[in-house]
C-alpha cells in the first residue's frame, strides 16, 4: 500500500499491509492501520464541513497523529499548516490569526478546536495548496510559503528518477514537520510505500537511544542538515560495523563541508552521502550530487551542491568578474508565493517566464554543469571597505585538522560591521595565538577574525540550524 500523490488517496500496490508504515514518538502502525486511522480521522474532519482549500493548522511534534492529520486534510483538499511545538503558543496563534483557519488539530492532547467564525474562509485553486509552511520573516512577521500538488508532484517525480528510493526505503526523520527538509521523508515514504522512523527532541539528545532506534527499525536512508549529523560523527559508536543498515546520507539546508562528508565516508566506507540545495519556496530542493571521495578530492574547498534537476532552470542575475550571481530559480517546482502578501511576492516572485521563478537571495556559480553555492546576501558583508565572504573564512579554519567545525558571523554596530568573530569546536586543544598565526599565513589581514572563541558544541535554532543570535549572545557574556 502507497499514497498517491496525484488521487490524494491511499491505493493498494502491496499485499503485505502488515508492513510497517511508520514509528512515531508513541506508537507504531502498520500501513493497514496508517490508513484505517486516516479514514476515521477524514471522517472526523467532514463533520466541520469545511470548504476544500480551507487551511488547517496542525500542532504538535512527532506524534503518530501528526502524520494522520496530514495525510487525512491531503486526502480531504485542506491545506495543512504544520507548527511544532519547538515554537511558543505566540506564533501558533498568530498564524492561526494569518489565515483566519477554523481548525486546529492538536496532536499532543489529541484534541481538536474549532472557530465556527473562520469557516467561510477558503483559497482553492484549480492546482489545490497542498502545505503552507511558516518560514521566518525579515520583518519580525512569520511569512507563509504556499505549496501546490503539482509542485509536489515535480519533487516527487525528481525522487523517483534521481534517488532511486523504493518500499524497501526506511527514512530517519529528525527534523520538525513545521521545516521542509522532512518532506523528503515525508513524500519519500508516502509515495514509495516505504517506512517512515519519526525522532523527537528529547531521544536525539540521548545518542545512546538514537543509535539502538536506527538499528531496530534497519534505518537505511538519514535526512539532517549537516551540522546535525556532526556530533554524532564523534562518536566511535556510530559506524557501519555498528549501525549496518545506514546506507545512504542525504543533507539540505545548510553547506555541508568536504570534512564532514570525509567524515562520514570514513565511518560508513560504503554508503552514499547526496548533496542537496534549495529553498522552501521551490518544494525542499532542487539540485543533487552523491559526494564521493573523488568529488571531495577535486573540490575540497567548496564542495558542488550538484546537478540542477530536470524540469527546473537556475538563472544567475547580476553575475559578477568571477561569474557568481543571484540564484533565480524557475519552474513547476516554484511556490504560487506567500500567503497575502503581495508585496514580497511582487520582490521576489516574477511573472517574467513561462513558469514561475523566485529569487533566492543566494549566491551561487556554474562548474563544471554543477552548481555551488557562495553565500547568502547577509553572509557577503563590508568591513573596512573590504568585501568579505564569511563563509571562505570557515573553510580556512576548518581545513585545520584540529578543527571539527566553524561559523564567523560579523559583530555591528547598527549596520556597520566593527569585526569578526570566529567560532570553533576542537577535537584537541589548541593554541588560539598559534591558530591566528597560521590563519594570517592564508588569508588576508582584515579577513583575520578579531577574536576566536572554542565551544564544545554550537546552538541550534528549532530548525536545528547554526542559531547565529545565540552565538553573539554567548560572545558578549563572554
Not at 483557519?101 to 499532543?108: H, N, P, Y
Request: with cysteine; net charge negative.
Amino acid at each position: 500500500m502507497r499514497f498517491d500523490l496525484e488521487l490524494l488517496d491511499f491505493v493498494d500496490c502491496d499485499k503485505d499491509l502488515n508492513k510497517l508504515a511508520l514509528s512515531a514518538s508513541d506508537r507504531d502502525l502498520t500501513w493497514d492501520e496508517f490508513k484505517n486511522e486516516v479514514d476515521a480521522f477524514k471522517s472526523e474532519i467532514l463533520k466541520y464541513n469545511l470548504p476544500k482549500g480551507h487551511p488547517v493548522v496542525i500542532y504538535g511534534h512527532k506524534e503518530a497523529k501528526f502524520l494522520v492529520s496530514i495525510v487525512a486534510c491531503m486526502s480531504l483538499g485542506l491545506p495543512y499548516i504544520p507548527v511544532d511545538t519547538i515554537y511558543p503558543k505566540e506564533r501558533l496563534q498568530k498564524i492561526i490569526n494569518i489565515v483566519n483557519s477554523a481548525l486546529l488539530i492538536d496532536t499532543i492532547d489529541d484534541t481538536l478546536g474549532f472557530n465556527k467564525k473562520n469557516i467561510n474562509t477558503t483559497y482553492y485553486l484549480d492546482d489545490p495548496i497542498i502545505y503552507i509552511i511558516f518560514t521566518s520573516g525579515s520583518t519580525g512577521e512569520p511569512k507563509g510559503v504556499q505549496i501546490t500538488q503539482n509542485s509536489i508532484l515535480d519533487f516527487n517525480k525528481w525522487l523517483d528518477t534521481d534517488f532511486k528510493f523504493s518500499n524497501d526505503s526506511v527514512f530517519m526523520n529528525q527534523a520538525p514537520f513545521s521545516f521542509d527538509l522532512s518532506v523528503y521523508e515525508l513524500i519519500g515514504f508516502l509515495s514509495f510505500g516505504g517506512t517512515i522512523v519519526l525522532n523527537s527532541r528529547e531521544l536525539l539528545e540521548n545518542h545512546i537511544e538514537f543509535f539502538e532506534r536506527l538499528k531496530k527499525y534497519s534505518c537505511n536512508t538519514w535526512v539532517s542538515t549537516p551540522s546535525f549529523i556532526s556530533k554524532y560523527l564523534l562518536s566511535s559508536e556510530f559506524t557501519s560495523n555498528d549501525i549496518k543498515s545506514l546506507q545512504t546520507f542525504l543533507f539540505c539546508g545548510e553547506v555541508l563541508p568536504a570534512t564532514t562528508a570525509k567524515r562520514i565516508l570514513n565511518s560508513f566506507p560504503s554508503s552514499k552521502v547526496l548533496n542537496t540545495y534549495g529553498p522552501t519556496e521551490a518544494t525542499v530542493a532542487i539540485t543533487l550530487i552523491d559526494i564521493t571521495p573523488a568529488v571531495i578530492e577535486k573540490y575540497s574547498k567548496s564542495l558542488p551542491v550538484g546537478y540542477v534537476k530536470e524540469n527546473t532552470v537556475i538563472n544567475l542575475l547580476d553575475k559578477d568578474s568571477e561569474n557568481v550571481g543571484e540564484i533565480e530559480i524557475v519552474g513547476d517546482n516554484v511556490s504560487i508565493g506567500y500567503f497575502k502578501n503581495e508585496e514580497l511576492n511582487a520582490q521576489k516572485f516574477q511573472a517574467k517566464y513561462e513558469k514561475k521563478s523566485f529569487r533566492t537571495g543566494d549566491f551561487g556559480y556554474f562548474e563544471d554543469d554543477m552548481l555551488f553555492f557562495a553565500n547568502r546576501k547577509d553572509e557577503l558583508i563590508k568591513l573596512h571597505g573590504f568585501r568579505i565572504e564569511l563563509g571562505e573564512i570557515d573553510k580556512e579554519f576548518t581545513n585545520n585538522k584540529n578543527i571539527n567545525e566553524s561559523i564567523t558571523i560579523p559583530l555591528k554596530r547598527g549596520t556597520e560591521v566593527v569585526k569578526l568573530i570566529t567560532f570553533i569546536i576542537t577535537n584537541t586543544h589548541i593554541d588560539i595565538e598559534e591558530l591566528k598565526k597560521e590563519i594570517s599565513q592564508i588569508l588576508p589581514y582584515y579577513m583575520i577574525p578579531s577574536d576566536i572563541i572554542v565551544l564544545d558544541k554550537f546552538p541550534y535554532n528549532t530548525n536545528h540550524k547554526i542559531d547565529k543570535n545565540q552565538l553573539i549572545e554567548i560572545y558578549r557574556g563572554l
